[in-house]
């Protein structure tokens, strides 16, 4: 299954139970190769959905989440390239700095060397 895409956006291990949610996007693979839309060829595909996109003029900064509204950081590397899979990095980290302070004392954008799009996501406040 993961050498043909069938369900390799999930990680699943031998020992864990399937949610609803992966088994329907199982079902969804099978049903689309039995009507022929999709091929099975026993050959991982490892171009992420994104690939093909310009780099946005404006990068995103806020999403929805359950109604509220979460900020992050975005920074896309300076070698960004579309046409080539580019790693995704997500900086969590403790409620007590702010994104900005984590973006500047990680070091992540140095060390990834403009080859990668790094998201700093701001810490919930406590409540």
């Known amino acids: 299954m993961h ?8 990680a699943i291990t031998h020992d864990m139970h399937m949610k609803r949610g992966m088994m329907s996007h199982l079902i969804y ?5 039995k009507e022929r839309k999709l091929t099975f060829n026993n050959q991982r595909s490892v171009i992420s959905s994104g690939c093909g996109e310009d780099a946005p003029t404006i990068t995103p900064s ?4 359950d109604g509220v ?3 992050y950081i975005t920074a896309i590397g300076k070698h960004y390239d579309k046409n080539n899979p580019t790693p995704l990095i997500i900086a969590f980290h403790g409620r007590t700095n702010s994104n900005e302070m984590v973006r500047s004392y990680y070091g992540i954008e140095k060390a990834a060397e403009g080859n990668a799009i790094i998201v700093y996501p701001s810490g919930l406040p406590q409540e």
Request: aromatic share 16%; net charge positive; proline share 0%.
């Open 3 to 10: 050498n043909n895409n069938i369900i390799s956006k999930y």
């Open 29 to 33: 693979q099978l049903l689309l190769n």
């Open 69 to 71: 509204k979460r900020s």
């Open 62 to 65: 806020f999403s929805y989440v």
